[in-house]
């Protein structure tokens, strides 16, 4: 079955930079667009940056273009998420997502951003 675990998320200070790690199971992953997404309580998730099946396309929210980048390692079934220049406006709960069918999402990791 389709399995997505991130990783990486905890506290950190505004100005600093956390790498989410999201590692899949179940599926072609090197066929797969990946996508990393967030949530904030009361609020719809929203789209934060998707990767192509071998990395070579990438897209990203205005709002984290400049300061995040996706990337991927088809070797290792996981996708990443490097996140620089952080604000408290970054916190959320972060999950990665793929189209097998449908979509499956992650359990997701908590980042926050705060002094």
């Known amino acids: 079955q389709v399995q997505l675990v991130e990783s990486g998320g905890g506290l950190v200070q505004p100005g600093g930079s956390l790498r989410l790690s999201c590692a899949a199971s179940g599926f072609t992953f090197s066929g797969t667009v990946m996508y990393w997404a967030r949530q904030v309580p009361g609020k719809e998730r929203e789209f934060v940056a998707g990767?192509?099946?071998?990395?070579?396309?990438?897209s990203y929210a205005d709002s984290v273009k400049g300061r995040f980048t996706i990337s991927r390692d088809n070797a290792k079934n996981t996708v990443y998420l490097q996140m620089n220049n952080l604000n408290p406006e970054d916190t959320a709960v972060y999950y990665c997502?793929?189209?097998?069918?449908?979509?499956?999402w992650g359990q997701g990791t908590q980042v926050t951003v705060s002094s």
């Open positions: 997502s793929a189209d097998v069918g449908r979509t499956y």
């Open positions: 990767i192509s099946n071998v990395g070579g396309n990438k």
